[in-house]
């Protein structure tokens, strides 16, 4: 059908011989149901986060129960003694929890103050120059995957707890010397994690602050330290807040970097007791465990899902508040 | 003597201001110790040998190609699936849907999907993908299980691109008679390409760096894939990607693997950076045009 055009125009104009009507707009039919179906896929796409989400809560929900049902709710949340495996298993996973709380809040304790203060110089006091050093370095140690850093403090970390162990309870008869896998160790290797989530978010929030607040508060003769404590920080509150609670998320659902820092049996939280997490829990245990002990685990994995639900439920009521505050 | 233009230094202010200058220095050191660090314990085990083969006994070899393979696969299918997906869902929340409840119940799982701890993504994965669909401890589990991961990500990166596409293009593009299909493709698309490939970069970066997700989803095989058919087949072995070879060296304590490990992965965090560096400042000279 189709001849060479013997001059520019020619080929189109075959090509509307061919068609019997022809319209500016194209055949109708064909342009819509093309709409229609890049419409439906989008529309698909759009539904799959929700879809992520309802389906990981059911499958959660379906598999983290029946553990509670069959050994009861009581002898696993508020039970402290965990033997998994031995002949008459008991699956107490009261330390476990207490030992994510606390891990995290000792993290969050000694991360948040480095990571605001660094937040206040790379957004206040920073000499241009100095922040084009610190600013990458902080982009990178965000992009550093988590199992290096258990692989620092397992090498950096324990070796130097273990002395500090050594030193501390040389007379102890009743310590269990760990070789230096301790909470300390994993809480130091959170703390560091948690920093440039922290940075990050609280820089921006420090440079949100409208700069009118802050001439005021020079011009009345405030100091630029005094500015930043007394003006800055607290008109930068909610962002800051953000910062805090994205760290706790992320310190409670760190698993690789602490699965082997922070040592391998369930203890009271104490600063120089081995100790598992939620998250080490289940990493260390998941792969050989089966029956009872295997659904417990997923209940360890229900209970860290209803944490971190609850920590980004109150994450986006803080986003509503700020928006409505503005 | 005293005037008001003699500023007065407090001990106190010193003090916070040296302070804050400690405390951003804690990162700078930090970054340079664990670079120096790794390094110099890791850069004797990455040779040739190391790159090439597969750990063997028989041939007695330490090698981390099998791993270096493992983790290119579950990149590309990866990536396969959850980049439509992710820009699919932007275009979705900023130029078809209406503002209202829906689109908000979207916004909100997209934020708690980003936030949901991998190891918990490993389990579901694990149960769902492994068990339920029965594909078992295999590279298909472990990239499906990523791909609910990085979507987030993928689709909050679109959708930020699309935004900065004036609205100038949409009403022009429309009004010459374009469908809205068209006009996504012809004009919103090429617009917005350079914010997605940040986001696919960065997903790439999180991919490399997963370790919780994929331990229970990809398992730990080491093997390369054999010629010919195995290539397809791999996908549905077991495979695991060099953070999870790291993870288990360091377990079984052969730290020189693992600071090899380091050093590889260390190198592609390096390098992804410098690409999202590069692409953000071609970002803003087109916002500059």
Redesign the interface.
């Known amino acids: 059908m189709h001849e060479k055009a013997a001059f520019p125009g020619m080929e189109m104009r075959l090509k509307v011989k061919e068609q019997d009507s022809f319209s500016?707009?194209g055949s109708r039919r064909t342009?819509s149901m093309?709409?229609k179906t890049?419409?439906g896929?989008?529309?698909?796409?759009?539904?799959?986060?929700?879809l992520?989400?309802?389906?990981?809560t059911i499958?959660?929900l379906i598999?983290g129960t029946p553990a509670l049902l069959h050994v009861g709710i009581k002898e696993i949340l508020f039970g402290t003694v965990w033997k998994p495996a031995s002949a008459e298993p008991s699956f107490g996973i009261l330390y476990v929890i207490l030992t994510s709380i606390v891990g995290t809040t000792l993290a969050v304790c000694l991360g948040v103050?480095?990571?605001l203060?660094?937040a206040?110089?790379?957004a206040e006091?920073?000499p241009k120059r100095?922040a084009a050093?610190?600013k990458?370095?902080?982009?990178?140690?965000a992009?550093?995957?988590?199992?290096?850093y258990?692989?620092?403090g397992?090498?950096?970390l324990n070796p130097l707890m273990y002395k500090l162990e050594l030193a501390i309870f040389k007379n102890s008869q009743t310590h269990q010397f760990t070789g230096g896998a301790n909470l300390l160790s994993a809480v130091l290797v959170l703390a560091?994690m948690i920093?440039?989530t922290v940075?990050n978010i609280s820089e921006a929030a420090l440079r949100a602050v409208q700069p009118q607040i802050k001439s005021a508060s020079l011009a009345l003769g405030a100091?630029h330290?005094?500015t930043i404590?007394k003006v800055i920080i607290p008109a930068a509150r909610s962002g800051i807040i953000t910062a805090i609670v994205?760290g706790v998320?992320r310190a409670?659902?760190?698993?690789?970097a602490i699965?082997?820092v922070s040592g391998s049996s369930v203890n009271v939280p104490l600063p120089f007791n081995s100790v598992r997490f939620l998250?080490t829990a289940?990493?260390s245990e998941?792969?050989y465990a089966a029956g009872t002990h295997r659904q417990v685990l997923?209940t360890i994995?229900l209970v860290?899902?209803l944490f971190?639900?609850v920590?980004?439920i109150s994450?986006?009521k803080i986003l509503k508040k700020e928006d409505k505050g503005q | 003597m005293s005037s008001i233009m003699n500023k007065r230094i407090?001990f106190s202010?010193l003090v916070?201001?040296l302070?804050?200058?400690?405390?951003?220095m804690?990162?700078?050191l930090?970054?340079?110790g664990?670079l120096l660090?790794?390094f110099s314990?890791g850069i004797g085990s990455v040779n040739q040998t190391f790159l090439t083969t597969v750990t063997s006994t028989l041939n007695g070899t330490v090698g981390i190609a099998g791993n270096i393979v493992n983790t290119l696969y579950i990149i590309v299918i990866t990536l396969l699936i959850a980049t439509?997906?992710?820009?699919?869902?932007a275009?979705?929340?900023n130029?078809?849907?209406k503002q209202g409840r829906l689109v908000r119940?979207?916004e909100?799982?997209?934020?708690?999907?980003s936030?949901?701890?991998?190891?918990?993504?490993g389990?579901?994965g694990?149960?769902?993908f492994g068990n339920v669909l029965g594909f078992g401890y295999s590279i298909l589990t472990g990239s499906l299980t990523l791909t609910?991961m990085i979507?987030?990500l993928i689709?909050r990166n679109t959708q930020e691109a699309l935004k900065t596409v004036p609205d100038s293009y949409r009403s022009g593009a429309l009004g010459m008679?374009a469908?809205?299909?068209h006009m996504?493709r012809t004009i919103l698309l090429p617009s917005a390409m350079p914010g997605i490939l940040t986001g696919v970069i960065l997903a790439i970066?999180r991919i490399?760096?997963?370790?919780?997700a994929l331990?229970?989803t990809a398992g730990s095989g080491y093997l390369l894939p054999k010629a010919g058919a195995g290539i397809l087949k791999k996908v549905l072995e077991s495979g695991g990607t060099l953070?999870i070879q790291?993870?288990l060296s360091?377990?079984k304590a052969e730290?020189s693997t693992?600071?090899g490990i380091?050093v590889i992965?260390?190198l592609i965090?390096?390098c992804?950076?410098a690409l999202t560096k590069f692409m953000a400042r071609r970002l803003d000279v087109n916002k500059a045009l």
Not at chain 1, 41 to 50: D, E, R, S, V, W
């Open positions: 500016i707009i342009v093309v709409e890049a419409q896929i989008f529309t698909l796409c759009g539904f799959l986060a929700i992520a989400v309802a389906s990981i499958y959660m598999n103050p480095i990571g203060l660094t206040v110089f790379l006091t920073a100095f050093v610190v990458p370095a902080v982009e990178l140690l992009g550093i995957p988590s199992v290096i258990g692989l620092l397992l090498m950096v560091i920093l440039p940075i100091s330290v005094q404590f994205l998320g409670i659902g760190e698993a690789m699965t082997l998250t289940i990493v998941m792969g997923f994995g860290l899902f971190i639900m920590i980004n994450l986006t | 407090r202010e916070v201001k302070l804050i200058y400690m405390a951003a804690v990162s700078v930090l970054l340079v664990i660090y790794v314990k439509p997906v992710g820009i699919g869902s275009i979705y929340l130029e078809y849907a119940a979207i909100f799982t997209t934020e708690i999907l936030g949901i701890p991998s190891i918990l993504f389990l579901f694990m149960v769902f609910l979507l987030p689709t008679g469908a809205k299909w996504v970066g490399v760096g997963e370790s919780a331990l229970f953070t790291l993870y360091m377990a730290y693992a600071f380091a992965l260390l965090v390096l992804i950076n």
